[in-house]
């Protein structure tokens, strides 16, 4: 491999000459192998984005050329179109403020605008990183990057899952089935009102997860290195929002109190928790899913699943709820991702939270995870999920908790009698109550009026 020489405070090092990273970048990648997680591209592609709005206002503002200004936003313009991925290779294991990333992108968008200049002109840091920190550029690209991933990705797959859930309650809208509580059996409901319970649920995540948005559009932008904005014009951070505003169609304004913003992670942490509401709702309903198609013969067999592989390597014919199992494996990654979040937001000491390479990286890989586990699970499970209505039906006619519609009729301590007996000798309710003299078949008929119990 052929080597150029780069240098910088601390002397020389050597960097691979096929690529436009520079000394900081190499100096981390020789000092940092750990593990195999790399800074996630959708945060590079936030940052980057934002160094083009900096250079933007710092040529608005007299303080950069129009030449330098041009340059950096083509080549932040390379960056977001992913030509340029292979030159961001440093570990989400690195320095907790994120500054070694920052100088990655300053170095790349410096030499790369340099090839283009046919001369050195720009500097990563005296031109690139103008007006600004890494304190305050990485939490501004944290945010702008959870926005951007749940707005044009998770969001739409929930509300897919929910268009999914509204046209399974409209198709089987009057299909009864037995209620269960405690895992036991209670009173009839509708088969659409217990689609509609978890639809309800999704909607509500997808509530939570707008609401906790608002929040991330406060940037830290123009507080650079503490909070003061030192060495940054004092209307730097709301003219590089503004920017931002008319480049993503995001009402982003920047943060009032940046003490705030480079130090508390509230924001992040706030939002991700609607990301494990979310899990908690999905892995109730996956395991819903799963036990009411568990059988096909031996189970409780009232939902059958699509059969998308086999689900056994020596029993043959076996299918197995694998979307469910997919996803609920999803959720508990997520919630666990929740708790490190947490825990290292509570870590920011002082003016500084220097967690936070480790922060977006697993917020972006819940919100990846949950978007990919719902497109899968809408896709190969609930689209197909068929009701066996035969199955359905057996088990409401067999339910003891129908004498329920009873109470008002008999009481309950003489309903307890009658569940008793059905159960003990195997009678049916209406033999039972004939049988303990409570009722006549006829007002047996009248009283046990399921609509009236739905």
């Known amino acids: 491999m052929k080597y150029k020489l780069e240098h910088d405070a601390m002397g020389e090092i050597q960097v691979p000459a096929n690529v436009y990273w520079g000394s900081s970048t190499q100096r981390s990648l020789n000092n940092f192998k750990i593990g195999k997680d790399k800074m996630p591209l959708e945060l590079i592609y936030a940052m980057s984005i ?69 001369r050195k002109l720009l500097h990563p840091n005296d031109d690139v990183n103008m007006s600004q920190s890494s304190n305050d550029v990485f939490p501004s690209a944290m945010h702008i990057a959870a926005v951007i991933e749940l707005d044009k990705h998770l969001i739409p797959q929930l509300s897919s899952v929910i268009e999914t859930f509204k046209g399974l309650e409209e198709q089987y809208g009057n299909l009864v089935k037995i209620g269960r509580t405690h895992l036991q059996d209670a009173t009839p409901i509708k088969f659409s009102q217990e689609l509609s319970g978890y639809r309800t649920m999704l909607e509500n995540s997808k509530s939570m997860i707008s609401l ?36 993503l169609n995001y009402d982003f304004i920047s943060s009032e109190n940046k003490f705030h913003s480079l130090t508390s992670k509230d924001d992040l942490v706030f939002a991700h928790g609607a990301l494990k ?38 029993m043959p014919g076996k299918v197995n709820p694998t979307q469910a199992e997919a996803l609920t494996m999803v959720c508990i990654q997520v919630m666990g991702n929740d708790a490190a979040i947490g825990f290292a937001a509570s870590q920011g000491q002082f003016e500084l939270n220097t967690f936070m390479p480790l922060i977006i990286y697993n917020f972006l890989n819940s919100a990846r995870l949950l978007t990919d586990a719902l ?74 009026d399921l609509e009236k119990m739905l």
């Open 50 to 118: 934002l160094k083009a709005a900096c250079a933007i206002v710092n040529f608005k503002n007299k303080d950069l050329s129009e030449e330098k200004s041009n340059v950096i936003v083509d080549v932040v313009n390379e960056i977001i179109s992913g030509e340029l991925d292979d030159n961001f290779p440093l570990k989400v294991f690195q320095t907790g403020s994120g500054t070694q990333t920052n100088m990655n992108i300053n170095e790349v968008i410096a030499n790369r605008g340099n090839e283009i200049l046919k």
């Open 212 to 247: 906790s948005m608002e929040n991330l559009l406060k940037l830290a932008i123009g507080g650079t290195a503490v909070g003061t904005g030192i060495n940054a014009r004092k209307n730097f951070g709301n003219e590089v929002c503004s920017v931002l505003r008319d480049k």
């Open 277 to 314: 509401a979310l899990s908690a709702n999905l892995f109730k309903i996956a395991n819903d899913i799963r036990l009411l198609s568990s059988g096909p013969r031996c189970g409780i067999g009232e939902l059958t699943l699509p059969e998308n592989e086999p689900g056994s390597s020596i």
């Open 375 to 448: 497109n899968s699970f809408n896709i190969n499970c609930l689209k197909g999920i068929k009701p066996r209505e035969d199955k359905m039906k057996a088990y409401l006619d067999k339910s003891l908790m129908l004498v329920t519609a009873l109470n008002p009729y008999i009481g309950y301590e003489n309903s307890v009698r009658v569940v008793n007996l059905a159960y003990k000798e195997n009678l049916s309710l209406k033999e039972a109550v004939i049988k303990l003299d409570l009722l006549s078949s006829e007002d047996f008929d009248r009283f046990m």
